[in-house]
């Protein structure tokens, strides 16, 4: 009977994630990604962020996907910045 549950179980999980696979996004939509950071050191991070994006791969990565980059301070979190990086 357990068996037959794990089976019922995993067979509606990847038929649900199958179903989910037909978004994207359409032109005129922005795309938005959150990467969290702990930094001991902020302004390391703005100055190595700086020189990133300064750099000709930087420069490069820009010009091919149009990113913006945003630095943003936590509050109440265990992490204390984040980057959202949106197209």
Do not use: R
């Amino acid at each position: 009977m357990k068996n037959i549950f794990i089976f019922i179980f995993t067979l509606t999980f990847c038929a649900s994630t199958i179903s989910a696979d037909d978004h994207k996004v359409m032109p005129g939509n922005e795309v938005g990604e959150f990467h969290y950071i702990k930094a001991t050191n902020p302004l390391n991070v703005v100055a190595a962020t700086d020189k990133f994006m300064a750099s000709d791969c930087g420069k490069k990565w820009k010009s091919e996907t149009g990113a913006n980059v945003v630095l943003m301070q936590l509050q109440g979190s265990g992490m204390s910045h984040f980057f959202l990086c949106w197209i």
